[in-house]
Nanobody
Framework: QVRLVESGGGLVQAGGSLRLSCAAS????????MGWFRQAPGKEREFVATINWSGANTYYVDSVKGRFTISRDNAKNTVYLQMNSLKPEDTAVYYC???????????????????WGQGTQVTVSS
């Protein structure tokens, strides 16, 4: 298990940018694949992006491709989600998650991740 704490959410106008951070505790952060999910009111938790342990492989949900970038700094035990060209439909609580999967792939679901942060609210106004 790894403890995760997200930060960086807030209110932004459409077209703006935010960078989410997720700080992990423990000395084994570099062994985990990481992911970002989001959940809008009344909707299921949705996969957004994932990155493997080294940062060499990343995958995104189609709706954020070209706008969002996931990255990690294993020396700082932190994973990031850079969000550009934000749209009102990106409004949600964003969650960071850790997985023991050795390889990441498209279509990962919440069940593939064993540790979760508390979430950070992102609100995009039109």
């Amino acid at each position: 298990q790894v403890r995760l704490v997200e930060s960086g959410g807030g209110l932004v106008q459409a077209g703006g940018s935010l960078r989410l951070s997720c700080a992990a505790s423990g000395r084994t952060f570099s062994s985990y694949a990481m992911g970002w999910f989001r959940q809008a009111p009344g909707k299921e938790r949705e996969f957004v992006a994932t990155i493997n342990w080294s940062g060499a492989n990343t995958y995104y949900v189609d709706s954020v491709k070209g706008r969002f970038t996931i990255s990690r700094d294993n020396a700082k035990n932190t994973v990031y989600l850079q969000m550009n060209s934000l749209k009102p439909e990106d409004t949600a609580v964003y969650y960071c998650a850790a997985s023991s999967l050795l390889r990441v792939r498209p279509g990962l679901g919440p069940g593939d991740f064993g540790s979760w942060g508390q979430g950070t609210q992102v609100t995009v106004s039109s």
